[in-house]
């Protein structure tokens, strides 16, 4: 289930060198981000300032690349809160940040969550009911008072919102059973894409959150004698597995000592539910005569994989 994340990983690691044609931005999108707000010049690829373009290794990576941060917003950094790891530290707004980053005296993710103080000094009693008049209330900093159970219910109830603020709403995210908030609240994951606003922020029913939830089927690649050729489009599993997404389309070939016995059959779709649509070919043994001619065919074999 994390190979998205990985690939997202790899994508991000390899910004490619490319010329300063803008079409062929285009075409390298799984390396360059095209800010979607940009009021600079839409520029090129180079990872030069002020430019549209940004390496895609700079999305949500807690820093505000694009001229109005749109890189580490809630919508493209919630996009797998499937697929996070107890090994990172993931800011509120679905950005990952190493973990010795987090409350390391410096703020590295935009919204500030790396540092929150009800995180990085919880033995710190925040005084909520401020110049309330008792602990069953909240003070909004506002010279108002609301109930202290108003508190991150998911309203606001502070015309200032500071009842549903980061400040005042973060929790630390732990584990896969939880979904975070933008606002750092934390909700059980049931809760996401249940066609309800459990999140203030509305974060849990986000497009591109639901839409990836629905399609995490794939399919992966079949086993030995089989591998997939060049020519598939395949993407790398955490565990050097390859998969492909459904509706994506592969070719297989046998070991070199063998052969598809119908080499008609060897395509196949995966399809929506993650299966393959058609049953795998078989291989049968190739008669060699001579068998230092096996080994040039391994050679070339392991060289069309690489
Ligand atoms: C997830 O984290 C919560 C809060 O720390 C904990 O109560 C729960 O047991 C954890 N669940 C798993 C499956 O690790
Ligand atoms: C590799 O990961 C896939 C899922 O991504 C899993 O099905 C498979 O069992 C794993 N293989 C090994 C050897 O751990
Ligand atoms: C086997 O093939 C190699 C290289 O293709 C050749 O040099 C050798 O003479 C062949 N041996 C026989 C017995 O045909």
Known sequence: MYEYFLLGLVMMSTPATCSSDLRKCESDLLDWFHCWESNVKDGTCTGEQNSAWIPSSKVCNGQ?????????????????????????????????????????????????????????????????????????????????????????????????????????????????????????????????????????DGSDELKSVCDTKKNRNKCLEPPAPLSFTLATKYHHGINGTKYVLPNEVVQVLCIPSKKLKDPQNGWNVCNVYGKWQFPWPCCKNIKIKNKSNLRNIWQSFSQTKN
Not at 101 to 106: A, E, L, P, S
Not at 126 to 153: L, M, T
């Open 64 to 200: 505000e690349d694009c001229p109005n941060g749109e890189d580490e917003s809630i919508v493209l950094c919630k996009q797998h809160p499937d697929r996070m790891f107890s090994s990172y530290f993931y800011c509120a707004t679905g950005a990952v940040i190493e973990l010795s980053k987090k409350c390391d005296g410096k703020v590295d993710c935009s919204d500030g969550s790396d540092e929150m103080s009800s995180m990085c000094q919880p033995e710190e009693k925040i005084n909520r009911r401020g110049e309330c008049q008792n602990d069953r209330y909240f003070d909004c900093r506002k010279r108002k008072c609301v109930p202290a159970a108003s508190q991150c219910d998911g309203w606001h109830d502070c015309a200032n919102g500071f009842d549903e603020s980061l400040n005042v709403c973060y929790q630390q995210w732990h584990n896969e059973t939880q979904f975070q908030c933008g606002n750092g609240r934390l909700i059980p994951v049931e809760k996401v894409c249940n066609g309800y606003y459990d999140c203030i």
